[in-house]
């Protein structure tokens, strides 16, 4: 068990990533703070997308071409806040939070990702049923990265 400095001294460190994130233009990939001999880093993602069109340079994996990739990148999705690790339930052995079929409110925890020892929780930003989980437990995943997919939810579904 952890002594109550050291895990004051963690918590006021998750405070100040969770408010420099909230501060910082962009979308952040990695934030690294320490506290003995103080050291920050923090690394943008590149801001400037590539074009629709453009060729996959000869170094970059080519996407994946056929129609689920079409049909996915046209539905709603649940995002990954941070680049980390993506969990689908609270804990090993645990149910997942979500499941094909379920129905999801905007606000409703679906997963949470782990980066730097912090569990950020990921939650669906409209209601909607799933109809795809993307990306696998345990997996590592990017920033803005897909990680369910939604049938939005009309009047009638609700």
Known sequence: MADDGSEQVLDGLRRQARRLVDDLAGPVRRVRLRSGDAALEVEWHDPVPAPRDATPSAGAPAAPAGPETAAA??????????????YRSPEPGAAPFVAVGD??????????????KLMNEVTAGQAGRVVEVLVDDGKPVEYDQPLIALDPVTGRDA
């Open 103 to 116: 129905l999801v409110r905007p606000g409703q925890v679906i997963g949470i990702v782990e980066a730097m």
């Open 73 to 86: 990148s046209d539905r709603p999705a649940v995002r990954s806040p941070v680049v980390g690790t993506f």
